[in-house]
Structure formats: C-alpha cells, structure tokens
C-alpha cells in the first residue's frame, strides 16, 4: 500500500510524577504499527492514555522507555521543532495551531515553509500569494477573498479550518488530530470532519485521530483503535471495522478491558 509514511511504536512507556503518590503510567508498554496511508481513529476513556501517545508522537515530552519510528526513521530522540517537518497536528482549541495576530496568508506562508530556511518577508511573494489564494478556496468558507484578515478575527469553524490547512499544506508523513472537532457545534464540527476526511484521502495522508465519539470513530478512516490504562486493547479494520455499532464498541470495551463502565458514556467523556 503506497501513501507517506508509516507509524510504529514499539514498547512506550511514559510515567508522570514519578516515585510521587501521584504517580500516572499513561503508557504502559504501548506498541502499534500503522501501514502508509491508515487513517486510524482513536478512542478510550479519560486516562486511557490518548492524548499522552499523540503528544509522545509529536515530541512534546520524551517517552521513559520505548522506540518512535516514522517512515523508517527513528524519532525516539528527536525534539519536537525537528519532528513539525514531517509531522502536521491540529489541537481541539482552534487558538492552538494559528497565530492570532498574523494574516491568514501569513499563517500560511509560515506553514509552507516549515522546516525551510526562509524568512516571511520572502515567502510571501506574488506567486506564493497566488498559490495561498488557491489553497484557501479549497476549504469552502469564503477566505480566499480576505487573505490579509487577521486571524484572530475568524470564527472557530474558520480557524480551524485553516488550522487544518495548515497542518497538511506540506503534505506531512503524519498527521495527527487531537480531538479536532469536539470544541465546535455539531454543525461546524461536521464541516470540518468532512475537510478532514476530503483531505485526507486526496493527499493518502497517514492520519492518527483521537476522538471522545464513537460514531465518528466507526465512520471515519479504515483502522479504530481502543486504548486502556495505556494500552491498545482493541484494534480493528476492514470489514470488522465496518460491521461495528456503537452498542458491540462498548460491549467489546468490557470484554477487552475486563471491567464495567459506570457509565457508557465515560468512553465520551
């Protein structure tokens, strides 16, 4: 299967808090090994260790124990600046990934050029201008008409759209969405959803996805995969995959973790 990159994991390990009451093993050995081109889905509930593998991935913090590949290069040591080449992320705050007080097309320029040895003042030349116009009518929302608008002045919806944007423009080995949709309304977190997926399979992106919602999980992308007490205890694709309801997701949640939810609805919390 042809496509950007992929993903493995091998044993990770993160503990917070150390030797502390307070002690947290947010991954516990994990290990997953995604093909070029997967676009797996991520669920759990809160503590299973989600958002602590994504921000492990980007280089955030440095796992205790455990090795990183992408594309079959080692990233276990890297840091996080040197990891943003390859690696594009959208965050659940549509703040996180723009800067507010640059221009849409300076954001974008900026995203361009990541991981280049250029400054803005260049990057933003007639033809670049040109190509940012074109990039921004893809998304559907009217930005190509206002390209020098701050960014601050967008709606949510807007910004993280072009947040996505921004996270793909370079066509990264890897993306990762934490939660990327969850701080909107239903309505503007389904046109993001659908960006997302346009994206996507155009550009074969290889695409890890956190999500608090099941019916996204089983809908979106050709892998889903449950974590636990920093563990993966599910994972299934294909027509196993498709199969799925919402009701067997949970049923599969007590078997695989050998316990009961006080409630189903922690597996969206």
Same mark, same amino acid.
């Not at 033809?127 to 074109?134: L, N, P, T």
């Not at 967008?154 to 921004?166: D, F, K």
């Given at each position: 299967m042809t496509g950007t990159g992929g993903l493995r994991v091998e044993g990770a390990v993160k503990v917070f808090f150390t030797g502390t009451p307070n002690e947290v093993r947010a991954l516990d050995g994990l290990s997953l090994d995604m093909r070029p081109g997967d676009f797996v889905t991520i669920i759990g509930s809160n503590g299973a260790g989600k958002s602590t593998l994504l921000n492990a991935v980007a280089g955030t913090f440095p796992i205790d124990h455990g090795e990183i590949w992408l594309d079959d290069k080692e990233l276990t040591q890297r840091p996080e600046h040197l990891r943003a080449q390859s690696i594009g992320r959208v965050f659940q705050d549509p703040r996180a990934g723009t800067a507010p007080s640059l221009s849409i097309e300076e954001n974008l320029c900026l995203a361009m050029l990541r991981g280049k040895r250029r400054g803005l003042a260049r990057g933003l030349s007639a033809? %670049?201008? /040109?190509? =940012?116009? $074109?990039q921004l009518s *893809? !998304? +559907?929302m009217g930005l190509e008409e206002r390209p020098r608008s701050a960014v601050a002045k @967008?709606? +949510? $919806? *807007?910004? *993280?759209? !072009?947040? !996505? @944007?921004?996270a793909t423009i370079t066509r990264p080995q890897l993306l990762l969405l934490d939660e990327h949709t969850a701080a909107l309304d239903p309505k503007v977190a389904a046109t993001i959803m659908d960006l997302t997926t346009q994206i996507v399979t155009r550009e074969r992106l290889t695409t890890l996805m956190v999500t608090h919602n099941m019916e996204l999980a089983l809908s979106r992308g050709n892998r889903l995969m449950m974590m636990h007490a920093g %563990? =993966?205890? !599910?994972? =299934?694709? $294909? /027509?196993?995959k498709s199969s799925l309801t919402v009701p067997e997701l949970v049923r599969k949640f007590h078997e695989v973790a050998g316990e009961t939810l006080a409630s189903d609805r922690m597996l969206l919390e």
């Open positions: 033809s %670049r201008r /040109a190509s =940012v116009k $074109g *893809q !998304l +559907g @967008l709606s +949510g $919806g *807007q910004r *993280q759209a !072009l947040s !996505l @944007l921004m %563990r =993966v205890i !599910l994972d =299934v694709a $294909g /027509a196993d």
